[in-house]
C-alpha cells in the first residue's frame, strides 16, 4: 500500500506539554483519510506539520514522497491543498479577489478560480465582500481554496464546520468523490465519529497526541458484534427457553442468528405458546467498538 | 502562470481601508505647515523652499513615519488575522518572497505618499500665491526619500511582522523618525534608518544629499533593508506558524 503521508515518530511539544507524541500516520495514496479525535487531540498540529507550519520537536514526516523539511516546504506545498483551523479570506475583498490572491501565489489560470466557486457553490456571491458572508459561506470559500489547482493530496480540518445540513452533506459528498474524479488523496479530520464514519475508508483515531487506533474503517465495522433483540408476551420464559440475557431496557438479547435459525426459533416460541411482539436485528455501536479497541483512553 | 507573491499583494488593496490615511495624513501635514509658513512670513523669505521646509519637517519626522508604521502594520495585520498566515505559509511561496512582496508593496504606498506631499506641496504654494513653479530638485528629494524611505519600511515590516498589535508598531516608527531627526541633526544619520527620509528630503534645510553623499546613503538604505528583511524572513521560516 502505496502512502502519500507517512510519518514516523512524529512530536511536538510546547515547553513541557507534548500536544502529538511519537506519531505513526499512514494516509494511503488515493484515498480519504478520517483523522478522528476529541478536541485538543493534536489533530490541527499534526496537519500543520505536514505543511510545513510548525516544526516537528521529533520524528520526521514525508508527504507525496518528499521529506518535510524547511527547504522542501515549497516544493510539497505546490501539491498539497489545505483548509486548516478556520478558512483564510481578506474581508474587505470579494470571494473572487480572495480567491485571486490563491490563484496568484499558486500560478494557476484564470480558470481556476470560476471551477473552484462553481464547486463549492460560491458562484453567484458576485461583488459581495466576505465580511457579509456567513461562517458556511467562508467554509465554503476556504474549500474552494484548498482545491484550487487540483492538488494531489488535501488536508481538512474540521471542514464542516459551520455548515448547515444540507451543506455538510454536499461537502461530505464532495470529499468522497475527490480520490475517484481528480485520483487526490484527503486527510480529513473531525471530532465527530460519525461524520468520518460517512466520508472515509482509512481512519486514525488520535487521543492526547497518541495514535490510539489506524487502519481501514470496514476493519472496524467487521468487529461490530450482532445480535436480536426481541419482545414477547413472557420474556422471562422466552429468556430461559433461549438462554438468553434480558438487558437493561427489558429486551431478551439472543446472539445473532442465520435465518433458518431465526425461522426455528419464532417457531418454538409460538409452539411454547409465547407470542414475539417485536424482533430487531441489532448491532454494536461504532464508538463502543473504538472504545473497545482503544480501551477507556478516548472519548470522542 | 508563474506564481506570484506580488501579485497577490496587490491584490489585497483593494477597498484597502488603509488608502484612507494616505489622503488625510499629507492633508494635514500640509496644512500645518502652510500654516506655519502664512505666520512666519517676516522670516521665511526663501518662497517655495521656506513652504517645502514648513511643509517637511513635521511630516519626515512624524507623520511619513507614522504613515509607514501604519502602512506596515496594516499588511502584517492582514495575515495576523484568523488563519491568514496558514494559507500564505501553505502556499508554495517562500517566505522571503513573501516578505519581499510586502516589501515593494511598503515601499509603493510610501510612494504614493510622497506623491501627495509633492502635489499637496505645489497646490499650497500656488494658493498662497507663491510665483512660479517649484525647482526640480524637489522632485529629486522625493525621488530620494522614496529611495532611503525602503530601510523604514522593511524595519516596520519587521516591527509589525513580530508585535501583532496594530498601534505599537506605528509608535515605534513615530520613536523612530524623532530618534532620526535628532540623529541627522547631529551628524549621525546614517545610524538610524528612520533618519534616511529626513535627510533625503532636505526638511530642515540643512542641506541635501549631494553627489559625493549619494554611495553612503545607497549603502546605508540597502544594509538597514536587507538586515531587516534578513531578520523577517529568519523569524518566518524558523518560528512556528501562529494563528490569531
Known amino acids: ?300 | 502562470m508563474h506564481a506570484s507573491a506580488l501579485r497577490a499583494e496587490l491584490v489585497k488593496l483593494h477597498r484597502a481601508p488603509i488608502w484612507v490615511a494616505f489622503i488625510v495624513v499629507p492633508l494635514v501635514a500640509a496644512a500645518i505647515g502652510t500654516f506655519n509658513y502664512q505666520n512666519n512670513l517676516e522670516i521665511l523669505k526663501l518662497g517655495w523652499f521656506d513652504l517645502w521646509t514648513q511643509h517637511t519637517l513635521f511630516e519626515s519626522m512624524f507623520f511619513l513615519q507614522a504613515l509607514v508604521g501604519a502602512s506596515c502594520s496594516w499588511l502584517m495585520r492582514l495575515e495576523h488575522r484568523g488563519a491568514n498566515w496558514n494559507q500564505l505559509m501553505a502556499s508554495p511561496v517562500s517566505a522571503a518572497r513573501v516578505l519581499a512582496a510586502k516589501l515593494a508593496v511598503g515601499w509603493l504606498m510610501l510612494g504614493v505618499a510622497l506623491a501627495a506631499t509633492g502635489a499637496l506641496f505645489i497646490a499650497c504654494g500656488k494658493l498662497i500665491g507663491l510665483s512660479g513653479l517649484p525647482g526640480p530638485e524637489y522632485a529629486q528629494w522625493l525621488a530620494l526619500a522614496w529611495v532611503g524611505g525602503v530601510a523604514s519600511v522593511a524595519c516596520q515590516l519587521f516591527v509589525s511582522l513580530v508585535i501583532r498589535n496594530f498601534a505599537a508598531p506605528v509608535g515605534v516608527a513615530v520613536i523612530g523618525g524623532i530618534t532620526g531627526f535628532f540623529a541627522y541633526a547631529y551628524d549621525s544619520g546614517y545610524l538610524c534608518p528612520y533618519a534616511l527620509i529626513v535627510m533625503a528630503l532636505n526638511s530642515n534645510g540643512h542641506g541635501a544629499i549631494g553627489a559625493g553623499q549619494m554611495v553612503p546613503f545607497l549603502a546605508t538604505t540597502a544594509a538597514f533593508t536587507l538586515l531587516a528583511l534578513g531578520a523577517a524572513v529568519l523569524v518566518l521560516s524558523r518560528r512556528d506558524i501562529r494563528t490569531s
Open chain 1, 1 to 300: 500500500m502505496e502512502a502519500c503521508v507517512a510519518t514516523r515518530g512524529l512530536s511536538k511539544a510546547y515547553g513541557k506539554s507534548e500536544v502529538v507524541s511519537g506519531l505513526n500516520l499512514c494516509v494511503p495514496a488515493g484515498s480519504v483519510y478520517g483523522f478522528l479525535g476529541p478536541n485538543g487531540a493534536g489533530k490541527t498540529t499534526t496537519m500543520k506539520m505536514l505543511v510545513g507550519l510548525v516544526r516537528p520537536s521529533n520524528g520526521s514526516a514525508t508527504v507525496l514522497g518528499k521529506q518535510v523539511t524547511p527547504r522542501n516546504r515549497v516544493l510539497i506545498n505546490a501539491r498539497v491543498g489545505s483548509l486548516i483551523e478556520s478558512p483564510s479570506c481578506y474581508p474587505h475583498l470579494t470571494a473572487r479577489e480572495n480567491l485571486e490572491i490563491v490563484r496568484s501565489l499558486r500560478g494557476l489560470s484564470k480558470s481556476a478560480i470560476d471551477e473552484a466557486l462553481a464547486t463549492v457553490r460560491l458562484e453567484r456571491t458576485g461583488t459581495k465582500l466576505v465580511r457579509a458572508f456567513s461562517l458556511g459561506m467562508k467554509q465554503r470559500l476556504g474549500l474552494a481554496a484548498a482545491l484550487m489547482g487540483k492538488p494531489d493530496l488535501l488536508l481538512l480540518d474540521e471542514p464542516t464546520n459551520g455548515l448547515d445540513p444540507a451543506g455538510i452533506q454536499e461537502i461530505r459528498e464532495l470529499i468522497r468523490e475527490l480520490p475517484v474524479e481528480r485520483g487526490c488523496a484527503v486527510l480529513v479530520s473531525s471530532h465527530l465519529l460519525s461524520e468520518i464514519d460517512q466520508m472515509s475508508e482509512y481512519v486514525g483515531i488520535i487521543s492526547h497526541g497518541k495514535m490510539a487506533w489506524q487502519g481501514p474503517i470496514r476493519e472496524l465495522h467487521a468487529q461490530a458484534r450482532r445480535w436480536l433483540a426481541l419482545r414477547t408476551t413472557d420474556d422471562t420464559r422466552a429468556a430461559q427457553l433461549l438462554e438468553a440475557a434480558i438487558d437493561a431496557d427489558g429486551w431478551v438479547q439472543v446472539g445473532a442468528l442465520g435465518d433458518d435459525d431465526a425461522a426455528r426459533m419464532s417457531l418454538m416460541l409460538m409452539r411454547e405458546g409465547i407470542g414475539i411482539i417485536r424482533l430487531e436485528e441489532r448491532r454494536e455501536e461504532l464508538e463502543d467498538i473504538f472504545l473497545k479497541l482503544t480501551g477507556t483512553g478516548v472519548s470522542l
